[in-house]
């Protein structure tokens, strides 16, 4: 029979940051992936020219409206062969995608110290 002594070493501080700061990322990342999963669904509602007036395509805009109002105006909307493209929407997504990796590189930086 066999044993192994493990040593534990008791958490520092700055492991301490990082496991926290760990954490928020995780939140982050989750809270940011909600959000383009809801402005993926109007994306595709829209492209798909859902009903407006429908309890499910007003919970959506409900939802999204505060994250698209920024990007609303932009640029114009356009058709590709009948189908609505709301390109402002491809853009809130984009920019949301830019400020997540820039919220995750920031934090990042500061759990390394």
């Known amino acids: 029979m066999r044993t192994t002594v493990v ?3 008791p958490f520092s501080r700055s492991t301490n940051r990082i496991l926290i700061i760990d954490r928020i990322i995780r939140i982050v990342d989750y809270l940011f992936g ?3 999963s809801l402005l993926l669904v109007r994306l595709l509602l829209e492209f798909l020219n ?9 919970t959506i805009r409900g939802l999204t409206d505060p ?7 932009i640029v114009a909307s356009s058709s590709i062969d009948g ?3 709301v390109w402002p929407l491809v853009i809130a997504i984009l920019g949301y995608v830019l ?8 934090l990042r930086l ?3 110290g």
């Open 34 to 36: 909600l959000l383009y």
């Open 110 to 112: 500061i759990a390394r």
């Open 67 to 73: 994250f698209y109002a920024p990007f609303k105006y």
């Open 99 to 106: 400020l997540h990796v820039g919220i995750h590189k920031l």
């Open 83 to 85: 189908a609505p493209v």
């Open 7 to 9: 040593e534990t070493v």
């Open 50 to 58: 859902a009903r407006r007036g429908t309890g499910f395509f007003d």
